[in-house]
């Protein structure tokens, strides 16, 4: 069974012949940090403990708006809207036309991202920027709601690009989104403000099929998860979570198989000792896969703090407690 076809049948509820495996995207400083350790100079980690291919198509969104005091905020609408031209050279990735020639016969999983969400799509990446958009919200909201609809709407554009020329297995959403305790916005701002903006990406991606619709959350956005299955999201992939607040035997229990889900396993239990390791596996991971629409993976990139010896622990029991 391909990868593709393996993805394809787990977020349908079908019978695999295994579930996926996805690589937790391990960096050169790992391996390095890892090779000190006793990992060999010339090993391949994909190699070691092979995994799912998987590939993203990821547009160009660029810019973002500026953040001003209202009413000097609403000159900025007209210039974004005209800088978000989809069709601008560029937008799509490089070497495009040979790339869509390379899908046509792929085997492995091929993933849209289309949106960065709500703060990053609103330019916040400090703290001032955030207190900024926070005073728009509460004093302006109709501009944040203008410049998240501009947004989607171009994202629209670039989504019915991609999709008239590719079948894509998946979209992405990512939604930074999350503090340690909660999310930074309530439930229903998320839905009048950022959800609602949403649905011209969401309506093209309807129009092509595109059966898995994954919002990529991180820290903890439980309370946003009704949300979220209400404006047609159907998949959760959860990133450095409170494994409390985002346990996905939980969020399963609740959400039943309206709510698929990627990641859940606690990064944490990683950097600290086998017994922990098998505890997190053995009681997390076997009831998931068996209910099927779950594809199990770290909840965050590896870094160099979790040792060789945890990691290969990790493969070698996971693949173990997932073989049908």
């Known amino acids: 069974m391909t990868s593709r076809d393996r993805f394809r049948k787990t977020m349908g509820y079908s019978k695999p012949d295994r579930v996926p495996y996805f690589e937790e995207g391990i960096r050169t400083e790992v391996l390095r940090t890892w090779r000190s350790q006793g990992l060999p100079p010339q090993a391949d980690i994909s190699k070691m403990f092979p995994s799912d291919r998987r590939e993203e198509i990821a547009p160009d969104l660029e810019p973002r708006p500026r953040l001003k005091k209202w009413p000097n905020s609403r000159s900025e609408l007209g210039e974004l809207k005209r800088r978000l031209d989809p069709y601008r050279r560029g937008r799509l990735p490089l070497g495009w036309r040979r790339r869509v020639r390379s899908w046509k016969k792929r085997d492995h999983v091929l993933m849209l991202r289309i949106h960065r969400g709500f703060f990053l799509t609103m330019g916040v990446y400090d703290w001032q920027r955030f207190a900024e958009l926070m005073d728009l919200v509460i004093d302006d909201p109709g501009f944040v709601r203008e410049a998240m609809t501009i947004q ?76 979220i299955l209400k404006w047609g999201f159907n998949c959760l992939w959860a990133c450095e979570v409170d494994v409390e607040a985002m346990d996905y035997r939980e969020l399963r229990r609740e959400f039943g198989r309206d709510l698929r889900l990627i990641g859940g396993i606690d990064l944490d239990a990683l950097r600290r000792d086998k017994e922990t390791i098998r505890q997190e596996i053995e009681e997390k991971v076997p009831p998931l896969v068996a209910d099927g629409g779950y594809i199990p993976l770290a909840d965050g990139r590896v870094r160099a703090d979790v040792p060789f010896e945890n990691y290969v622990y990790y493969r070698q029991l996971l693949r173990k407690v997932t073989q049908v």
């Not at 991609?162 to 959403?173: C, K, P, R």
């Not at 403000?193 to 011209?200: I, R």
């Not at 309506?203 to 919002?215: A, P, S």
């Open 152 to 227: 989607a709407e171009f994202s629209a554009v670039l989504a019915e690009r991609v999709l008239h020329e590719v079948d894509v297995d998946a979209a992405l959403f990512s939604e930074p989104i999350g503090g340690n305790d909660q999310p930074l916005i309530s439930p229903q701002m998320y839905e009048d403000l950022v959800l609602a903006s949403y649905k011209p990406v969401l309506d093209v991606l309807t129009r092509y099929g595109v059966e898995t619709i994954v919002l990529v959350t991180y820290a903890n956005a439980r309370i946003l998860v009704p949300s």
